[in-house]
């Protein structure tokens, strides 16, 4: 049976390597993990149901105002609860992509069509789905940048012509930019920076992937418009931050130099894994994140989960099938088990 989401390691009585959930392979800050244990004596009493020091700390991390910024748990958390906000008529996805935005749209009653990405253009987005987005008025439109799982980037100037789009239409712009601080050239695509000057636009952000959090469940979004901020929010349940949690993300955002280490640790392990997979006749595709998206004329699943090692069958999501398989870029240890493994099955 393909899992919904990698990383469920619990079904394994032993340890195994998990190549299936895009997470830090550096782990969660130092920091982080001793802001949960000198709080302890904080957890008796409820968390702040308006997270202020945690928003604080997030805008200052990204260098914009915290009026437009609502946090939760988890990046999927926030997902549904912005469906249930904007209850759209209608929504426009570019896929294959992460399911949970149809699966919330999906729930708010939402008509959902699909921008599917192909493979002989290499998963990219082009300039065609603008006259897609003009063609009709939509209410909402998902991309998701760098694409999970292809790791694929829409590049700047493309993404502003989507947002000028989006706003001729009245269409809402949602970006999911989860993975862009994995990626090198963050800056000349990420529409997070500019949010204050793009009202319509919202984006989707997690401390699970950057800062290995993933227990912890903790995500944001920031909304252009604080209008738009007020909505989701009321749509949130009265706490939707743990203290633990909030603890966690604001001494992980104020951990110095940790992404950049991150970047680079994961620059060369990339590279060296995309590399290994093509020498031994794989198809792999042009992530930037840290993950590998690649396609096999073989199943690898089984054969892989003989060596302990779990990896993301890609099969399940919409516009794939067979074959299509995507791995985290985990330590350098790690990684080359995991080549070691391959170069074994591929003979």
């Given amino acids: 049976m393909i899992e919904k989401h990698g990383g469920n390691i619990y079904k394994y009585d032993h340890p195994v390597y998990d190549f ?10 130092e920091a982080a993990g001793q802001a949960i244990i000198d709080n302890m004596d904080k957890y008796e009493s409820y968390p702040d ?46 896929t294959p992509t992460f399911t949970e935005y149809e699966e919330a749209l999906a729930l708010a009653g939402c008509d959902i069509e699909h921008f599917d990405l192909e493979e002989q253009k290499g998963f990219h987005v082009t300039d065609e789905i603008i006259d897609v987005i003009e063609q009709k008025r939509r209410d909402m439109v998902f991309i998701c940048n760098p694409n999970n799982p292809t790791g ?4 700047g100037e493309l993404m502003e012509s989507i947002y000028a789009a989006c706003r001729k239409t009245g269409a809402r712009l949602v970006v999911d930019e989860c993975f862009s601080e994995f990626t090198d050239n963050e800056e000349q695509y990420a529409l997070l920076p500019k949010i204050d000057s793009h009202p319509g636009v919202v984006v989707i952000k997690s401390f699970t992937k950057i800062f290995a959090m993933a227990g912890l469940r903790l995500g944001y979004c920031v909304c252009g418009d604080p209008c738009d901020a007020e909505l989701i929010e009321g749509c949130m349940q009265t706490w939707p931050v743990s203290t633990a949690s909030a603890k966690a993300g604001i001494a ?21 894994l995309k590399a290994n ?17 690649f396609r096999s ?11 302990d090692i779990l990896i ?16 985290a870029v985990r330590t350098k240890e790690e990684n080359d088990i995991f080549i070691a493994a391959m170069n074994e099955i591929t003979g």
């Fill in 20 to 29: 299936s959930a895009n997470l830090n392979p550096l782990g969660m800050p």
């Fill in 49 to 94: 149901p308006d997270s202020t020091e945690l928003k604080a700390v997030i805008a200052g991390f990204h260098g914009i105002t915290a009026a437009g910024i609502c946090c939760g748990n988890g990046a999927a958390d926030i997902i549904f609860r912005m469906a249930l906000a904007f209850r759209p008529d209608s929504a426009l996805i570019v």
């Fill in 152 to 155: 694929v980037t829409v590049d």
């Fill in 252 to 272: 992980a955002m104020k951990e110095p130099g940790f992404v950049q280490m991150t970047k680079d640790y994961i620059r060369p392990e990339r590279i060296n």
């Fill in 277 to 293: 997979l093509a020498l031994m006749g794989y198809r792999v595709y042009e992530s930037e994140a840290n993950y590998i998206f």
């Fill in 297 to 307: 004329g073989e199943p690898l699943d089984e054969a892989l989960r003989r060596h």
């Fill in 312 to 327: 993301r069958n890609c099969s399940n999501y919409r516009g794939l099938g067979d074959g299509y398989y995507r791995i």
